[in-house]
């Protein structure tokens, strides 16, 4: 039946004035949890303050959003509620990042500062850039969150749950600016003692599809390299995978396969293994990202800064004679 076939008196526009932020956040959360009961929980209200408000927007759009099947089994949105709560999560995003701009207007420099990062960034460029930060800005509380999803760690900057992030370019659209920080050359590493480790130079990109790799499952950086190669017509022989740089090359170093491996995220004392001569591969850009409707406030401001003085004195030393970007390390 259309809808203008129904027996109910349509529903104009100025009914949706009647919906309110909680209504839409009641649709999420019953969309996350599956069941009042739990969304109430989850929002602090009554389960019947939840039903109340999801009757009212209901009501208010003229569609039935959740299907409730009764008993134990899990409630669901219908394709109208999933319609809305696509316009819904932006809208409550929306709210929860002003919330966020406002304390962070509040707290000025003895806030805290919500920054996303991942496990390369976090043991090689983390630790010197905090000892910067630190110093200029003493009194702000610095939480991390770690992630091996650049998309995770940008849903949170959305909402208003992070700050800042550390991203890979490019990334997906959305109400983002970015500054790019520096280029990651890929490297292929391999047990000290094979043969490979021997050569002089540049390793062939053909030749590495006849070889054992440790691969990736969730990091982007792996993806990234796999999607070029693959492009080239060049199939990896994946044996393992692994986003633990730890186990990665650990497992080079015992003798088990080769990793394409940003230089990043090469351990560079370790005797285990080599690192040869950067890929014909597109290097790894990394940038730190933020919400673009949001203020960044005087913290967020110096975090950036020191990042990117920071970061350019590793990309000097990367492509300088003698750094782990130009030539084999061992």
């Not at 109910?8 to 009914?15: F, I, K, N, S, Y």
């Not at 929980?41 to 759009?61: C, F, H, N, W």
């Not at 017509?233 to 090359?249: H, M, P």
């Amino acid at each position: 039946m259309s809808i203008m076939e129904r027996d109910e008196p349509p529903v104009h526009r100025d009914g949706w004035l009647r919906i309110e932020l909680r209504h839409l956040a009641a649709l999420r959360a019953v969309a996350e949890e599956g069941a009042f009961g739990a969304a109430a929980a989850k929002l602090g209200y009554t389960q019947s303050a939840v039903s109340q408000q999801i009757a009212t927007l209901e009501r208010a759009v003229g569609e039935r959003l959740i299907d409730r099947p009764g008993g134990p089994r899990r409630v669901s949105l219908t394709e109208a509620g999933e319609v809305l709560l696509g316009h819904a999560e932006r809208v409550v995003a929306g709210m929860e990042a002003a919330w966020a701009d406002l304390q962070a207007l509040a707290a000025g420099d003895a806030g805290t500062l919500r920054v996303g990062t991942y496990q390369s960034v976090g043991s090689r460029i983390l630790p010197d850039l905090m000892r910067r930060f630190v110093a200029e800005r003493p009194g702000v509380e610095v939480q991390l969150t770690e992630s091996t999803s650049d998309q995770e760690l940008l849903d949170l900057v959305e909402r208003g749950e992070l700050d800042l992030t550390f991203t890979v370019l490019p990334i997906a659209d959305g109400p983002f600016e970015t500054v790019e920080l520096m280029s990651d050359a890929y490297l292929l590493t391999v047990p000290a003692g094979s043969a490979l480790a021997r050569m002089d130079g540049r390793p062939d990109l053909g030749a590495i599809g006849g070889l054992q790799i440790i691969g990736t499952r969730h990091c982007f950086a792996g993806a990234q390299a796999e999607r070029f190669l693959e492009g080239l017509g060049i199939e990896l022989n994946v044996v393992f995978r692994s986003d633990d740089n730890g186990t990665v090359q650990g497992l080079v170093g015992a003798g088990m396969a080769a990793a394409l491996m940003p230089a990043l995220a090469v351990e560079p004392n370790d005797e285990q293994i080599v690192a040869l001569a950067p890929l014909e591969l597109p290097p790894r850009r990394i940038a730190l990202a933020w919400h673009r409707h949001r203020a960044l406030s005087p913290a967020a401001r110096t975090f950036i800064d020191r990042a990117v003085e920071l970061c350019a004195s590793l990309d000097a030393e990367a492509t300088a004679p003698g750094g782990v970007g130009t030539i084999a390390s061992r």
